[in-house]
């Protein structure tokens, strides 16, 4: 008489297979819950702390800047006044000078003059004081005013940014770039598309 192995010989080699890779899966998830558990220093869930979820991250250090100017301002007394004697406060209101810093001023410049339609060009500039903003290009829209140009925003690295430019509106087309959180503006440049 013939054993049932023998009659089947393709089903006795998948059930001995699937034996086999049931008992290797078993054993690789004991070693995961073992490893885990050693990996987490060995606490049990009784020890009342729990590493779940815990994080720490460290920032890079950055230098910081130095202040230059005082570090608290003082309002005059009441009843004081700032003006010297015999001065008329038209004459003190004059001679007031500003103490803001001027802002950075971007400039623009292009590779080319003039490109035919659909061209490569350059646009790049500098921007002392604007490391790490973000500048948005734009374009002057049939004269009725500016429109952001559909490419991607450039970051200011080194005080310098650029990108690569393609247009296909024929005539003189000017560019300005614009930073998106102050909102200062670089002079503007015209390249002709012929």
């Not at 393709?10 to 899966?25: D, K, N, Y």
């Not at 009843?79 to 001065?87: E, L, N, T």
């Not at 803001?100 to 350059?122: C, D, E, G, H, Y």
Request: hydrophobic share 35%; aromatic share 4%.
């Amino acid at each position: 008489m013939t054993s049932p192995d023998e009659k089947h010989p393709i089903i006795a080699g998948l059930v001995a297979l699937v034996s086999v890779t049931a008992a290797v899966g078993v054993i690789v998830a004991l070693a995961v819950v073992v490893g885990s558990h050693a990996l987490s220093g060995g606490g049990g869930s009784g020890s009342g702390t729990s590493a779940a979820g815990a994080s720490m991250y460290v920032p890079m250090p950055a230098a910081t800047k130095t202040q230059t100017g005082p570090l608290v301002t003082l309002s005059p007394a009441p009843g004081s006044s700032s003006q010297s004697p015999g001065s008329s406060p038209s004459k003190a209101k004059s001679t007031k000078t500003k103490s803001a810093k001027p802002k950075p001023k971007i400039n623009l410049t292009a590779s080319v003059v003039s490109a035919s339609s659909m061209q490569l060009f350059r646009l790049s500039g500098t921007y002392p004081g604007g490391e790490g903003h973000i500048l948005r290009l734009q374009r002057m829209q049939h004269g009725s005013g500016w429109s952001t140009f559909g490419i991607p925003d450039m970051d200011v690295q080194g005080g310098q940014f650029s990108c690569s430019v393609q247009t296909g509106y024929p005539g003189a087309n000017l560019f300005r770039v614009k930073d998106v959180d102050t909102g200062a503006v670089s002079n503007a440049v015209t390249v002709t598309i012929a």
